[in-house]
């Protein structure tokens, strides 16, 4: 129930082709969904998030796709650049029961490593 | 410049000798979470701290402990470290705890158990 599958677990893509990477979740009780990424030997960094009552939203080469109803959503990587190779993981927020905060729940990662 | 910062950077303990694992963080955020991550893995939350309200989370082992002093500083203790506990141990930072508030997140303590 509050698990967020991704997938795939590792991508190869050329420099300027898109990358593509997809999770769904079961949980409805998630109401936010950011990405993070994350270099090596980094902590993740927030990298764009949607909230579920939008399907699209997009931040420079960055693109979150959202369906409500699959429960599912993706992150698209336009013109994909050597600079991008980095771990994605997707992540959903839930709220404490009863309280303004909460915790995040991250799928298990997708290594992407664009070719120059 | 760091707003999260972890240390020590690597740490290795021995078999069942206790360690912890310092977190400290210059944002004044309320909300501060351990997480553990293991190779090719998600981050696991461990517990979270909203103020000094802890929240455990349900399958969090009882050997992991954490402290929190004040609002800067929070410590993870393992009491007795197995060598399944060997994984990057990130601290994380919410000014909030709210859904559009972003982690901020440390590099990472990276725990080896000979």
């Known amino acids: 129930q509050q698990q967020v599958k991704q997938s795939p677990q590792s991508l190869i893509v050329q420099k300027g082709g898109i990358s593509i990477i997809n999770c769904a979740y079961e949980n409805t009780a998630f109401d936010y969904f950011p990405w993070y990424q994350q270099f090596p030997g980094k902590g993740p960094a927030l990298l764009i998030a949607?909230?579920?009552?939008?399907s699209e939203k997009k931040e420079g080469r960055f693109t979150i796709s959202f369906n409500k109803s699959a429960k599912q959503f993706s992150l698209h990587i336009m013109d994909s650049q050597p600079g991008d190779s980095a771990t994605y993981f997707c992540a959903a927020f839930v709220n404490a029961g009863g309280t303004s905060y909460g915790k995040l729940t991250f799928g298990q990662g997708t290594i992407l490593t664009v070719h120059p | 410049d760091a707003m999260v910062i972890q240390n020590p950077r690597y740490q290795v303990t021995q078999f069942g000798k206790p360690v912890t694992l310092s977190c400290s963080q210059t944002l004044n955020h309320n909300v501060m979470y351990w997480y553990q991550q293991k190779s090719s893995q998600a981050p696991k939350l461990l517990f979270h701290y909203y103020d000094k309200d802890f929240n455990n989370e349900a399958d969090t082992p009882d050997n992991f402990q954490s402290r929190r002093p004040n609002t800067s500083f929070c410590f993870l203790d393992i009491r007795s470290p197995g060598l399944g506990d060997a994984a990057m141990y990130l601290c994380?930072?919410?000014?909030?705890?709210?859904?559009?508030?972003?982690?901020?997140f440390g590099s990472g303590t990276q725990l080896s158990v000979l």
């Open positions: 994380a930072t919410s000014r909030t705890g709210g859904p559009r508030e972003k982690l901020f």
């Open positions: 949607i909230r579920p009552d939008v």
